[in-house]
């Protein structure tokens, strides 16, 4: 038996919630063993499937079968009539795990769920990239102020550790530069046009694979890649920007005729997140379409998988990448994040 | 003024030793700020320069500089007679920064070295790939039995995070597999030979760049390959494996008519490390020559860059890649090890 005892209240329950709560589940010995703590989820609120409350720990397991059965809860013992925003204000927890639905042009509902807990002295692990995008500065110095922790590796390329490894492997040395390919479905689209698909087919069969959003004008116009951008300067160079400060050009005038011309010159074009400083010590963030040549690392990133390269004054340029990821992969960093708290 | 003082024997003085001296002086104000430590360097043993020893910290500064103008060491008043094990077994420090000339054998004399200072209750931290490629158990044991820390990130991939990648922002996740391209000798000359280039003229070209060593055979059949997989298996897997148990091949055989069949089917030749568990759950260490898709990944990899996947139960694939190093990328990994050191 553990001798600590951690609880969480869970924001969203979708395939990520669902697939982190399995998560949990699956790794419930090995969490007690190494850090000595019982995790409880003594709450779950969602949009649809009902909100859940219980102190000494819902039943996660009922829950997750009751979703996959049902499509929403049904233990009377549990079920509140509360709302998300009253469970982030009134329900017995350490910490949140933020996975709401997210408005991209305000991040909103997960920054005033964020700053909840974090009004209570509750720490916040996010995986929605708004709050990092929109208010990371803010927040960062609510969470100081009140000696609680705020994590948030899923926001980019889900659990590969991007902010983890600038923190935790690689200390002192300052991030001068970062770029990307942080986009699936433009990525997709691109190598699709690439390989001569008609666009409405392309965009046909991403639907069907869930890379092309009902709207995917957040995606192909470059807001999502903004937005991702955006998180990355702000906790990595410390550039206290939003969204909307990105040079942002989108995929949606890009023609066969564009990618055919880059063809012939050994080229294919990929959407690319870039921040630097300028000469005045500006953070300056671009997401462009750039032709890259094929024989670059970045000409072979395709479909899902994600890339970012992190330059340092110390150690040079280090390059992680994301293979085509699952809804686990996501999960992951919030789970990472959470063994973080126990951790430290 | 920092409160704490930190001292460190610097075991070789070779171009790594020399570049982690010079990133001590650069970083010596943001280290004390950030973890309160005053770093001093109380011994530098070396096989040809001379050695210093000083227990109120040797003058960093003039050692370089007589390296520089002189080819050894000048200042009298730190000039010891001590051997470096002498060194090792006497001398006042907190931990030890193994960066001596290795054999790849034996992993001598570095093991030596390191067991000198567990003994004594001390911290190591090594550059060398030998200790954790033939005695990583033991030395981890004697590590944890004398309560002292013991790192070795430079050992692979130089500072890109690879050891610490996977315990500081992988928690709890199970490498099942790694595999990479982890030797820069027989990438450059597998490159060239691609480019059409003679097998003379490579290898000359290659010594002019400090790429093909004098007697290139511990490239070039694999052996460093080997140990480089085997120490990433030891560590990351569990494996309590020695380079000797890797089923090795080099590119020694490798022709011209091999490279152009490889060509001719839209693939490169690259000397590839992988390491997985059998069926009967042992790991398996393995260096060959594959033929790897033009379009893959592992085919962009060129020069003196190198690749780490690493595959867990939970975050599927993750891949580090080196981008081209230089000397100062060596030192990051000691550099690293040791701000780990305090900040633990």
Not at 30 to 45: G, N
Not at 65 to 82: M, R, T
Not at 275 to 301: F, M, N
């Amino acid at each position: 038996m553990a001798d600590k005892i951690f609880k969480i209240a869970l924001l969203g329950f979708g395939n990520a919630g669902q697939a982190f709560a399995k998560m949990l589940l699956a790794k419930e010995e090995k969490i007690e063993k190494v850090y000595d703590t019982k995790i409880l989820v003594t709450a779950i609120a969602t949009g649809s499937k009902g909100n859940l409350v219980k102190a000494t720990g819902v039943d996660l397991v009922r829950a997750l079968d009751d979703v996959e059965k049902y499509g929403k809860f049904k233990n009377e013992d549990e079920l509140v009539s509360l709302s998300t925003m009253e469970i982030v204000e009134q329900a017995d927890y350490d910490a949140i795990a933020e996975m709401t639905p997210l408005n991209i042009f305000t991040g909103q509902p997960a920054i005033s769920h964020i700053e909840g807990a974090f009004t209570r002295g509750k720490h916040a692990i996010t995986a929605n990239k708004g709050p990092i995008a929109w208010k990371y500065k803010e927040l960062k110095e609510l969470a100081r102020q009140k000696g609680v922790k705020f994590f948030y590796e899923t926001t980019v390329m889900d659990g590969t550790p991007v902010f983890n490894l600038v923190e935790k492997t690689l200390p002192l040395a300052e991030v001068t530069e970062v770029s990307g390919i942080l986009n699936s479905t433009t990525n997709f689209i691109l190598e699709e046009m690439a390989a001569g698909c008609d666009y409405e087919d392309i965009m046909e069969r991403g639907r069907q694979l869930g890379f092309v959003e009902a709207d995917p004008a957040m995606d192909i116009e470059g807001y999502d890649a903004a937005a991702k951008i955006t998180a990355l300067l702000n906790v990595l160079m410390d550039a206290d920007i939003t969204p909307d400060k990105v040079d942002r050009k989108g995929i949606e005038d890009i023609t066969m005729a564009d990618i055919e011309e880059a063809a012939a010159e050994g080229k294919v074009i990929k959407l690319l997140c870039r921040g630097y400083r300028d000469e005045s010590g500006c953070v300056v963030a671009k997401v462009a379409p750039e032709k890259v040549d094929k024989g670059d690392l970045l000409a072979t990133v395709n479909s899902t998988t994600s890339i970012v390269s992190i330059t340092t004054d110390m150690m040079k340029t280090v390059t992680v990448v994301e293979h085509e990821p699952e809804i686990e992969q996501t999960a992951f960093g919030v789970f990472g994040d959470l063994m973080r708290i126990l951790g430290e």
